[in-house]
C-alpha cells in the first residue's frame, strides 16, 4: 500500500521558520512528483508547492514564493518543505501528495491531478 507521511508541524510565531518533512512508501519502481497543499477550516485546499521526481522542476504559488522552497532526497526517500518568513495566513494543514507520472521533469499544481496524499500536519502560526 502506499503511505506518505508528513511531519515537522507545529506552532511557530509570526516570522518563524519551520521544516516539513513527507516520507512515501510504497512508490517503489515508479516515478512521481511530489506537491504540498495546504488547507485552511472552511477553505478549499490549494497548492502551495511542487517538486519533479528529478528535483529540476519546482513549483510555487503566489502566495509562498520567495518564502517556501521544496526540495526532495530520492535517496532519502523524502520530501522537504522549508517554510520561513511564516505568516498567519499560512495556518493550515498541509498535505504532501504524489503525482505518478513517466516523465522526471514533471510537475503540476492541481489537487486532483495527485494519485496519493498523506493524513496532514498542522501548521499554526501566532502572531
Known amino acids: 500500500q502506499v503511505q506518505l507521511v508528513e511531519s515537522g508541524g507545529g506552532l511557530v510565531q509570526a516570522g518563524g521558520s519551520l521544516r516539513l518533512s513527507c516520507a512515501p512508501s510504497?512508490?517503489?519502481?515508479?516515478?512521481?512528483?511530489m506537491g504540498w497543499f495546504r488547507q485552511a477550516p472552511g477553505k478549499e485546499r490549494e497548492f502551495a508547492s511542487g517538486i519533479s521526481w528529478s528535483g529540476d522542476v519546482t513549483y510555487y504559488a503566489d502566495s509562498v514564493k520567495g518564502r517556501f522552497t521544496i526540495s526532495r532526497d530520492n535517496a532519502k526517500n523524502t520530501v522537504y518543505l522549508q517554510m520561513n518568513s511564516l505568516k498567519p495566513e499560512d495556518t493550515a494543514v498541509y498535505y504532501c501528495?504524489?503525482?505518478?507520472?513517466?516523465?522526471?521533469?514533471?510537475?503540476?499544481?492541481?489537487?486532483?491531478?495527485?494519485?496519493?496524499w498523506g493524513q496532514g500536519t498542522q501548521v499554526t502560526v501566532s502572531s
Open positions: 501528495a504524489a503525482d505518478l507520472t513517466f516523465s522526471s521533469s514533471v510537475v503540476r499544481a492541481h489537487s486532483y491531478e495527485y494519485d496519493y
Open positions: 510504497g512508490l517503489t519502481s515508479r516515478l512521481y512528483a
